[in-house]
């Protein structure tokens, strides 16, 4: 499966040899940990056990923390 991603404000293609995928399979596919990036599937943020089908707009987005306490 082929699934385009927005991810730092670039369109990408990843290639799975599945057809159905989990939102920790983007992750790890990016190189990136569930406690530094998240996935967005149609609008919403998802849990990184969802589905994910080649039919769904994703996006990852990597959290951001900072301030004083």
């Known amino acids: ?10 369109e990408r293609v990843l ?4 057809e159905k995928i989990k939102a920790k399979d983007i992750l790890k596919t990016l190189g990136l940990s569930k406690d530094f990036a998240f996935v967005v599937k149609n ?18 987005v990597n959290a951001i923390s900072g301030g004083k306490f």
Do not use: A, H
């Open 15 to 18: 290639t799975f040899d599945k």
């Open 1 to 10: 499966m082929n699934l385009k991603i927005k991810y730092r404000g670039e």
């Open 43 to 60: 609008g919403e943020i998802v849990d990184e056990n969802e589905t994910i089908t080649q039919d769904d707009e994703v996006r990852v």
